[in-house]
T-cell receptor
Framework: SQQGEEDPQALSIQEGENATMNCSYK?????LQWYRQNSGRGLVHLIL?????REKHSGRLRVTLDTSKKSSSLLITASRAADTASYFC??????????FGQGTRLTINP | DTAVSQTPKYLVTQMGNDKSIKCEQN?????MYWYKQDSKKFLKIMFS???????INETVPNRFSPKSPDKAHLNLHINSLELGDSAVYFC??????????????FGPGTRLTVL
């Protein structure tokens, strides 16, 4: 069954605003990753956060992890048109595989 | 200098045909994967290989047969194609076998349409 579920399924904001996406998962994890997928392309890794970490930053990205609530959030600050893409969380759902959510489709309006 | 490459990018074929998708990575990774992404963007693992050895077969019909001639290549052969096989297939690789330890690098995808 699906491990991660992103919320919202779709998000549309104005350029310059911040975008927040959430991910919930069901079982214990070692790590959680976020990926971006531009239309018609493969997934690109954004950030990995370990289960003993609560927050991680990479440029305009900020990821938080709350293992007690089995949830993570991805914040993109000062959004740009180029951030328009689908964003997926992925967890190590059992050994040796990543389990992806269905993604949040983010649209940045100019 | 593409890290993970797949061919072809598009594949349109009739029901019942047999087709193959090729994947190559030049990252020196030990582990390679095949994923299927359906029309709702749900991405699901199909297979993983580590050093040419099958590790994961995620209850995929046996019409799908992966083949890894060496650790840089993982091809996917599909027999007797069905309408439900229409999807985008992604190849990926990672340094280690243990999921979540390292990022996975994805190919550009192969859009398969079965008519």
């Amino acid at each position: 069954s699906q491990q991660g579920e992103e919320d919202p399924q779709a998000l549309s904001i104005q350029e310059g605003e911040n975008a927040t996406m959430n991910c919930s998962y069901k079982t214990s994890i070692n790590n959680l990753q976020w990926y971006r997928q531009n239309s018609g392309r493969g997934l690109v890794h954004l950030i990995l956060i370990r289960s003993n970490e609560r927050e991680k930053h990479s440029g305009r990205l900020r990821v938080t992890l709350d293992t007690s609530k089995k949830s993570s959030s991805l914040l993109i600050t000062a959004s740009r048109a180029a951030d328009t893409a689908s964003y997926f969380c992925a967890t190590d759902g059992g050994a040796q595989k990543l389990v992806f959510g269905q993604g949040t489709r983010l649209t940045i309006n100019p | 200098d593409t890290a993970v490459s797949q061919t072809p990018k598009y594949l349109v074929t009739q029901m019942g045909n047999d087709k193959s998708i090729k994947c190559e990575q030049n990252l020196g990774h030990d582990t390679m994967y095949w994923y299927k992404q359906d029309s709702k963007k749900f991405l699901k693992i199909m297979f993983s290989y580590n050093n040419k050895e099958l590790i994961i077969n995620e209850t995929v019909p046996n019409r799908f047969s992966p083949k890894s001639p060496d650790k840089a290549h993982l091809n996917l052969h599909i027999n007797s194609l069905e309408l439900g096989d229409s999807a985008v297939y992604f190849c990926a690789s990672s340094q280690d076998l243990v999921a979540g330890v390292n990022e996975q690098f994805f190919g550009p995808g192969t859009r398969l349409t079965v008519l």
